[in-house]
């Protein structure tokens, strides 16, 4: 007990160990294993046994209370490895322990238990129970875990009320918006309250600004209540923005991991570096409208202040901006960043995202009227965070939203 009290670096500690972790699809697993394990590939062993192989010898760890991002093209294995950690699939060979306990040789009770209490998934798209209202499918979880009805709708408001959806718990999920569907599926994996969230693509059926807005309600919970978060995306701006350490997939095979820094600094092979390279910016910047609201915003984690420096610049390429606004895990603005600010001290030894901020950190309220704002705007050299009462992020404007806004004014 007093080991656990002492212990405050929790990050360190592990959630999930994997140990050469195998799963081939087909009915002849084993003449497939003997083959890898006699060094062949995974597509000789498809050619000579019709047998796929989905993930091969992957070992890695997650650490409690991190968000680890697995990402890679389709067919990487990206899916098959989620699914093996809880056993929707089994494994061919080799070991998943969570909690110090191997998945593999858990009685199915147990195991069941464990995904309905401590374990939850979310899917990309998440079938909610079209006939019951919102609150009773964010209590779903509860009910086949055997929760009493009252109580289980009260832990399922609470939930709701976090994702932002308490005004909606008696209506239907068709009135419902998709990505207002998304955060039920989310709420209903939150209100078993687990300690290990596995989000397949999660968010990817979105549209970019509503995926932003799911990334941010739960980098919220996070904050609130650190889980272990396993997420597969296939978006590198997705794993840059909230992965603490992103695992890279290729063929099946795990082929680096590490914080975002550490694989855009030192990239394992060609193909982690063409997966960053090959990234296309077209898809951000196709509707103006949309790229004006999104500005860059880049989370400060306290209990990682280096961590973030590659990310922060490869997301303002990515965007094409020379600036970006860093929140703190409340979404409290801290201040600004600009590509020379970071470079400036990305070689200091002891660096912080907070040094690179620049001097005067300027904010203006979401209730400040347009012709106040004018004058600001104009002055400021960077489009002008504005916040909400809590100090709270809320979006930006630039001068050309801005200037827009006025000659409509002007006309009307
Ligand atoms: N049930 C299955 N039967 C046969 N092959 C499968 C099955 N599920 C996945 N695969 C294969 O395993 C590989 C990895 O798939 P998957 O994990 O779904 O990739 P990702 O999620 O990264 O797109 C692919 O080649 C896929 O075709
Ligand atoms: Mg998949």
């Known amino acids: 007990m007093d080991d656990q009290i002492l212990n405050t670096s929790a990050a360190a500690e592990a959630k999930v160990v ?3 972790l195998h799963k081939v699809f087909g009915n002849k697993p084993d003449v497939a294993m003997q083959m890898l394990y006699d060094g062949k590939g995974k597509d000789e062993v498809l050619r000579q046994t ?14 409690k209370g991190e968000i680890f991002v697995l990402m890679g093209l389709s067919g990487s294995g990206k899916s098959a490895l989620i699914r093996l950690l809880n056993r929707l699939i089994e494994p061919t060979a080799g070991s998943v322990i969570v909690d110090g306990e191997d998945v593999a040789k858990m009685s199915t009770e147990k195991l069941l ?3 309905r209490k401590d374990m939850s998934m979310v899917f990309q798209s998440f079938a909610l129970l079209p006939h019951r209202t919102v609150v009773e499918n964010a209590a779903f979880g509860l009910e086949i875990a055997g929760v009493a009805v009252k109580e289980r709708e009260r832990r399922a408001m609470e939930v709701l009320e976090q994702v932002g959806l308490h005004t909606f718990a008696k209506h239907m999920p068709s009135q419902l918006s998709g990505g207002m569907q998304q955060r039920v599926g989310l709420a209903r994996a939150l209100t078993v309250n687990p300690s290990l969230m596995l989000m397949d693509e999660a968010f990817s059926a979105l549209d970019p600004l509503r995926r932003t807005e799911m ?3 739960l980098m919220k919970l996070q904050q609130e209540q650190k889980r272990t978060i396993v997420f597969v995306s296939h978006d590198l701006d997705e794993a840059l923005r909230i992965g603490n350490r992103i695992c890279i997939m290729e ?18 092979d060609e193909y982690v570096k063409a997966f960053f390279n090959g990234v296309d910016t077209n898809k951000y910047l196709t509707a103006k409208d949309v790229a004006q609201k999104e500005q860059v915003t880049i989370f400060d984690r306290p209990d990682d202040p280096a ?13 094409d901006r020379v600036y970006a606004f860093v929140l703190d895990e409340q979404h409290k603005v801290l201040g600004i960043v600009s590509a020379e600010s970071l470079m400036a001290c990305i070689d200091k030894p002891r660096k912080k995202l907070r040094d690179a901020l620049l001097p005067d950190k300027v904010t203006i309220s979401g209730n400040t009227p347009l012709n106040e704002v004018l004058k600001k705007v104009v002055e400021y050299p960077f489009p002008l965070p504005v916040v909400d009462d809590n ?17 409509k004014e002007i006309k009307a």
């Open 215 to 217: 990334q941010d309600v």
């Open 113 to 115: 238990n464990l995904r």
């Open 251 to 268: 063929g099946g095979r795990v082929v680096q991991v590490g914080t975002s820094d550490d694989i855009l600094q030192r990239p394992a």
């Open 50 to 63: 019709g047998q796929v192989v989905g993930v091969l010898d992957a070992s890695f760890e997650i650490n």
């Open 18 to 20: 994997v140990k050469n």
């Open 391 to 407: 100090g709270e992020y809320i979006g930006a404007i630039t001068k050309t939203v801005l200037l827009r806004k006025l000659c």
């Open 307 to 319: 961590n973030g420096f590659s990310a922060a610049l490869e997301r303002m390429r990515i965007y």
